[in-house]
């Protein structure tokens, strides 16, 4: 299972591309974090269904000092994503 995910709030600039990283790797999910230009976080991540819940709870709480406001959810199609390695942060430096 994929699910796709945009963070809306005051995601950026509070570590929330780092909180989503470590809780994504310690659930053993695959994909990828990274900040919009709108403003948002996007996650795409795969794994079994129940991690993916688990996700869906850490996105929604967020690491301290940041505000979500609404996340908007997709599901994916593996072919729509190609192959998703460990999970990683995108446009880290």
């Given at each position: 299972m994929i699910l796709h995910f945009f963070i809306r709030?005051?995601?950026?600039g509070v570590g929330f591309r780092w909180f989503v990283q470590r809780q994504a790797s310690s659930l053993?999910?695959?994909?990828w974090v990274r900040n919009t230009?709108?403003?948002e976080v996007e996650v795409v991540a795969s794994g079994p269904e129940a991690d993916l819940e688990?996700?869906?709870?850490i996105l929604h709480r967020g690491p301290r000092g940041c505000?979500?406001?609404h996340i908007d959810e997709?599901?994916?199609d593996e072919?729509?994503?190609g192959a998703l390695s460990s999970f990683r942060?995108?446009?880290a430096w």
């Open positions: 709030g005051r995601v950026q053993d999910l695959r994909g230009e709108e403003g688990a996700l869906r709870a505000r979500v406001d997709f599901f994916l072919e729509h994503v942060i995108d446009g």
